[in-house]
Structures are given as structure tokens and as C-alpha cells.
């Protein structure tokens, strides 16, 4: 099982990135793709998830509006399309995948079994 995060970089307050995560060696279709953040110093947090073969997506209170997940399921590729971006936002992002990610706790890390090496955004002000 491999999750390849990518997209990352440095970008002005405002300004818009998009976050890739390719996955292989399971059933993508099976699986929900989440995207966490960790911020120097704090917790990592939950900050989108995609499930049900992209029918189902669910978001941080602190990204609705802004961010966008989508998925290629031809490409098994997640992406989190990040708008109007604040340097609150900086952090190392992380896709994860879980098999029975759930509605009321899909913000949690345990939910997931399998991590990628996260990607850094960086958002300048």
C-alpha cells in the first residue's frame, strides 16, 4: 500500500494550491482518502475526507468554502484543491486511507490505516 502526497509549496495569503494524492495496492474504490495538517507545535487535525466513490465529502469548519476534494478514481488519485488560503493553512499535509471511515469520526486519525509522507504548504502573508 502506497499514498504519494504531492502539490505542496510556498504561496501568498490569497493564493490557491493543488494537493495530489496518488494511491496504490488496495482497492481505491473500497476506501475514503482523508487529508490532515499538522502545524509546527500543534496536533494534526482533519481537514477533508472523500468517500463512497467521491459521493460522500466531508470538511473542517476552518476550510469550508475554501478548500475543494475531489477524486479520479480512473487514476485512483485524490486531490484537495486549496483557495483563498490564509497562513493559518501552513502546515505538512498528510492523505491517509481508511476502509470504515465513518460520518461522526472521520476527522480522526485512527479512522485510517495507512498514511502517506505528507507534502509542506507554506502560506506567507
Known amino acids: 500500500v502506497q499514498l504519494q502526497a504531492s502539490g505542496g509549496g510556498l504561496v501568498q495569503a490569497g493564493g490557491s494550491l493543488r494537493l495530489s494524492c496518488a494511491a496504490s495496492?488496495?482497492?481505491?474504490?473500497?476506501?475514503?482518502i482523508g487529508w490532515f495538517r499538522q502545524a509546527p507545535g500543534k496536533e494534526r487535525e482533519g481537514v477533508s475526507c472523500?468517500?463512497?466513490?467521491?459521493?460522500?465529502?466531508y470538511y473542517a469548519d476552518s476550510v469550508k468554502g475554501r478548500f475543494t476534494i475531489s477524486n479520479d478514481n480512473a487514476k485512483k488519485t485524490v486531490y484537495l484543491q486549496m483557495n483563498s488560503l490564509k497562513p493559518e493553512d501552513t502546515a505538512v499535509y498528510y492523505c491517509?486511507?481508511?476502509?470504515?471511515?465513518?460520518?461522526?469520526?472521520?476527522?480522526?486519525?485512527?479512522?485510517?490505516?495507512?498514511w502517506g509522507q505528507g507534502t509542506q504548504v507554506t502560506v506567507s502573508s
Open positions: 491517509a486511507a481508511g476502509r470504515f471511515v465513518r460520518r461522526s469520526t472521520w476527522y480522526f486519525q485512527g479512522e485510517y490505516a495507512y
Open positions: 495496492g488496495f482497492t481505491f474504490d473500497d476506501y475514503a
Open positions: 472523500i468517500r463512497s466513490g467521491g459521493r460522500i465529502t
